[in-house]
């Protein structure tokens, strides 16, 4: 069973920036992908930034050049750094970590971008 533990929403005025961290535990052999989604209210549930064991990132074109997503592969967690936030970032983000044959999501967390 693996466990996601996800930290660093909360308020922030437009331009303003915040770090998400979300950490994996339990029995993690091995890690093919970690990425963010969001959802906001009334949409769906979509992709914001992902990256791959070799490290590859992939990102949303609405977040390219203000998110920057990294991993630290010893401790088994990914991170999103959002810079110059919008108040279309407003949204609950969820980790998401794909393992061989399985996939995880994080409880989630509330960002919202308003002045």
């Known amino acids: 069973q693996v466990q996601l533990v996800e930290s660093g929403g909360g308020l922030v005025q437009p331009g303003g920036s915040l770090r998400l961290s979300c950490a994996a535990f339990g029995s993690i052999f091995s890690i093919n992908a970690m990425g963010w989604y969001r959802q906001a209210p009334g949409n769906q549930r979509e992709l914001v930034a992902a990256i791959v064991s070799g490290g590859s990132t992939n990102y949303a074109d609405s977040v390219k050049g203000r998110f920057t997503i990294s991993r630290d592969n010893a401790k088994n967690t990914v991170y999103l750094q959002m810079n110059s936030l919008k108040p279309e970032d407003t949204a609950v983000y969820y980790c998401?970590?794909?393992?061989?044959?399985?996939?995880?999501w994080g409880q989630g967390t509330q960002v919202t971008v308003s002045s």
């Open positions: 998401n970590v794909q393992l061989l044959g399985s996939i995880y």
